[in-house]
């Protein structure tokens, strides 16, 4: 059944618009079985003028009755009917007709009386039947479709014009001759077999066929039908071989194939280079035998490149090239070379006018090549070059280079379809090549900010030797904000961070670099590590309030962090740790074997309101910590207690360079690049005997102040510091005064000897001094300035009863240390 036709309005009878329709006989019946149109053609068939039927049931015009229930009921529900029917003449004689009915719906928006029937018959004949037989072998002859007639022997019969052409012969000379004698291809053979099976079965066969036909330089493809002529007994008397060059489709085919292939393989990899040579393994042998990729040297600037900016002459840097040839033997310029490109190359033609081109290499333009790059018109020359395909690179409104498609293999010159193709490839290459180049640049940007905020050496430090590594994430993973940090601290302690902010990429790096300079502030005025903590947490939680604020939903607006603190004391030997949802370092003690603190987890910074804890332990001399971050011990494919096991492993073999250990580290944890940041803090705990201290209590009486002096000089001179005496003297004669003055008992001075001396005087008294600025007849207010003016530095950390002030003082010899006798 076929769908009934449609009308925009009203149903209307169908005129009459020349002898040609009025052959036919036409009339419209509505959904009530009323007659609403009547055409020439109806009039001849049934004597009827159109006013005598219009508005009449349909069923006046049968000659019986309808055999059961009315018309309506019989064609309800159908799409279309056919059959003989029987008519009355208006001189009242029968007329017996071939009737098709074709059931059409109205306009829906009119006046709801259903659909509608248009009925159709032929009235008569106007050709005799030896002119339609000639027409039948005229329409064989002249059809579109290639075909040819076989006897039951194969041997062709007749063969149409279309056959002729394809075959590059008449019918007279195939006349006789079998499909294989005609054409000399395998395929032939194929052919035969299967219309012996339509000799023998009666049945259609159908096949595709790849022939490479005379006269034609490409292989073909063909869809062949092979049908059974009978006779009027059934009897198989031939076969009729129909075929379609289906070539066409096909390669339409191949190329939406190297399309979707092109989409899998180019951009596996945020590689600049890799995905340029993506492209032209995509390309090379399905679209050009030999493929090239320049980029322009400097694609960094984000500058769109236009003709009047184009460098005179062009120059560009060869990133990749592939050939159907081993070893790209077509190649002039050499991988990461910048060269030099003729105003005349193709190259520099799509540069300049921003569009594709096809070239056919002409001997005219080899010779005008040959006076500026007589090179490449060599290798023209030599492999025969013969067309030449460029397609200028450009994603995001940026010109990066252009591909260049060459054809010497390969005898088809290019086509506008193969134009479109290498666009498509092109432009998905150039849309990777920009994301490689963006990512690139970001990264590089990210590494270089994350570079200058780590640590650029290592000083020697009194408390502790150290070594340190950082590795940045693959490049799929992009830059994080994993740091680390030794900041000295006063009495010759050490502080050892290490931290690790969540995500990757530039954002990353700038929270960790703001997270960093906090931890230094903080760790500057001697905030213990529990409350160091702490205020770090209120400093994430205000940075991700404020990112909620200026990017609601955006990544920004989220920051977490982890992070362990340890403060090392080399005079006490003790070491206070405390962290913030970060991996608890590893301890090696001198004849032990490793092991990881035990210490409370705390929340991750960023959460609020949570408190963080910390532990004391004593270190022996020689001990040593390992602050990690979680990119270390976590990998793709293993558990995180097998890495900490691994590291643990690796700590025991531990020699006496940390330098060594920390590559003997990374070579057991990470053989590959790491997945995520990495960084790896090693400290050797040193410690300060005796000889190195000296302490005395402090009566809280001025005459103190004297006594103290003089064993302080007594010291200094065993320390072989007599040259320094006198401003130690000075500091510690104002620091004692003040402490007398102000403070309260119990009073002591203790003296470290290291690089540097430090003086350090504590009480009992939670208040601070300050610097002020003494007037005129003040006869105080100068002894913290002198003390700032003779000292590096000098300051003020709380302890857990009282505070201590200290100040430290470079030495004048380089002689320093006990007496030695």
């Known amino acids: 059944m076929t769908q009934p036709g449609t009308t925009g309005g009203e149903p209307v009878a169908e005129p009459v618009r020349s002898d040609g329709e009025a052959a036919t006989a036409t009339a419209v019946v509505d959904a009530h079985g009323r007659l609403t149109g009547w055409s020439e053609g109806a009039r001849r068939l049934l004597g009827y003028e159109e006013p005598e039927v219009t508005g009449l049931s349909a069923a006046v015009l049968l000659a019986d009755e309808p055999p059961t229930g009315t018309l309506r009921s019989i064609i309800a529900g159908l799409r279309r009917w056919n059959g003989s029917v029987d008519l009355r003449h208006k001189d009242g004689r029968l007329v017996r007709v071939s009737l098709l009915a074709h059931r059409r719906e109205r306009d829906p928006s009119g006046d ?58 008449t ?28 000799l023998a079965t009666g049945e259609r066969q159908h096949l595709r066929a790849a ?57 596996t990899t945020l590689d600049l280079t890799q995905t340029a040579q993506e492209m032209a393994d995509v390309a090379v042998g399905q679209l050009a035998d030999f493929v090239t990729v320049d980029l322009l040297p400097d694609i960094e600037d984000d ?54 081109l096809i070239h056919e290499v002409t001997p005219a333009a080899v010779a005008k090549w040959e006076s500026q790059a007589p090179d490449r018109a060599e290798r023209v020359r030599r492999f025969g070059f013969h067309s030449v395909l460029a397609v200028p690179m450009r994603a995001r409104g940026i ?86 940090d030794v900041i000295p601290l006063s009495g010759a302690r050490v502080g050892l961070v290490v931290g690790d902010v969540v995500g990757h990429g530039i954002q990353a790096s700038a929270s960790m670099g ?5 931890v230094r502030t903080l ?34 607006a989220d920051i977490g962090a982890t992070c362990l603190y340890a403060v090392y004391d080399p005079v006490s030997r003790r070491c206070c740790v405390a962290r913030a949802g970060h991996p608890a370092p590893a301890l090696l003690i001198p004849g032990s074997e490793p092991f990881l603190l035990d210490l409370p987890a705390g929340p991750p910074l960023g959460l609020g309101g949570l408190p963080f804890e910390s532990t004391e332990i004593e270190l022996p001399e020689g001990s040593l910590l390992a602050l990690y971050t979680d990119g270390l011990v976590e990998a793709r494919g293993r558990d995180i207690d097998q890495g900490v096991d691994d590291l643990l492993k690796t700590l025991a073999r531990a020699g006496s360079s940390l330098e060594s250990t920390c590559d003997d580290v990374l070579q057991a944890l990470l053989p590959d690049r790491a997945e995520d940041d990495v960084a790896l803090l090693l400290a050797r ?137």
């Not at 009386?113 to 009235?123: F, I």
Request: glycine share 6%; charged share 25%.
């Open 112 to 169: 709801g009386r259903g659909p509608e029937w248009l009925l159709v018959s032929p009235v008569a004949r106007s050709r005799t039947e030896p002119e339609e037989d000639g027409l039948l072998g005229w329409s064989l002859t002249q059809s579109p479709c290639t075909t040819a007639l076989y006897d039951t022997e194969l041997r062709l019969l007749r063969a149409n014009a279309d056959m002729e052409r394809v075959m590059g012969l």
């Open 171 to 198: 019918e007279a000379e195939m006349r006789g001759l079998r499909v294989s004698e005609i054409v000399l291809d395998a395929e032939s053979r194929r052919t035969e077999d299967s219309m012996r099976r339509v």
């Open 211 to 267: 022939l490479q036909l005379s006269g034609d330089p490409r292989e073909s493809l063909w869809s062949v039908t092979l049908a059974p002529v009978h006779d009027p007994d059934g009897m198989v008397r031939g076969v009729l071989l129909s075929a379609h060059n289906m070539t066409e489709e096909h390669l339409a085919r191949q190329r939406l194939a190297l399309v979707a292939e092109a989409g899998v393989r180019i951009g």
């Open 303 to 356: 500058q769109e490149l236009r003709a009047m900016t184009l460098p005179s002459p062009v120059m560009l840097r060869r990133v990749a090239n592939q050939s159907v040839l081993p070893g790209c033997p077509e190649a002039v310029v050499p991988l990461g070379t910048v060269a030099v490109y003729p105003n005349v190359s193709p190259a520099a033609e799509v540069l300049a006018s921003g569009q594709p």
């Open 399 to 484: 010109t990066l280079g252009v591909a260049t498609f060459t054809r010497h293999r390969n005898p088809e010159p290019f086509t506008e379809d193969d134009l479109l193709l290498g666009q498509e490839i092109t432009a998905r290459a150039a849309l990777s090549i920009d994301n490689a180049r963006r990512f690139t640049r970001e990264r590089t940007t990210s590494l270089t900010l994350q570079s200058s905020l780590l640590p650029q050496g290592h000083p020697r430090q009194p408390a502790v030797e150290t070594a340190s590594r950082y590795l940045p994430a693959s490049a799929q993973a992009g830059v994080g904000g994993d740091w680390f």
């Open 514 to 518: 703001r997270l960093r300079a906090t």
């Open 523 to 556: 760790a500057d005025v001697d905030l213990p590590p529990d409350e160091l903590m702490t205020h770090l947490d209120d400093l994430v939680d205000r940075l991700s309030a404020e990112g909620e604020d200026d990017a609601p939903g955006s990544a920004a």
């Open 685 to 821: 705990t040193k410690a300060l005997d005796s000889g190195h201290v000296a302490t005395w209590d402090v009566s809280p009486e001025p005459s103190e102040v004297a006594r103290i002096r003089r064993s302080v000089t007594r010291q200094l001179q065993e320390w072989n510091l007599e040259e320094d005496a006198f401003v130690t003297e000075l500091v510690v004669s104002e620091l004692i005064t003040n402490a007398i003055r102000y403070a309260e008992p119990p009073i002591e001075l203790r003296l470290i000897l290291d690089r540097n001396l430090i003086c350090e005087v504590s009480d009992t008294s939670s208040t601070a001094p300050h610097l002020r600025r003494a007037l005129t007849y003040d006869e105080g207010g100068r002894g913290l300035l002198l003390v700032a003016q003779l000292s590096r530095r000098w300051g003020t950390r709380h302890a857990r009863r009282g505070k201590i002030i200290w100040a430290e003082q470079a030495l004048s010899t380089g002689d320093a240390g006990p007496a030695r006798t």
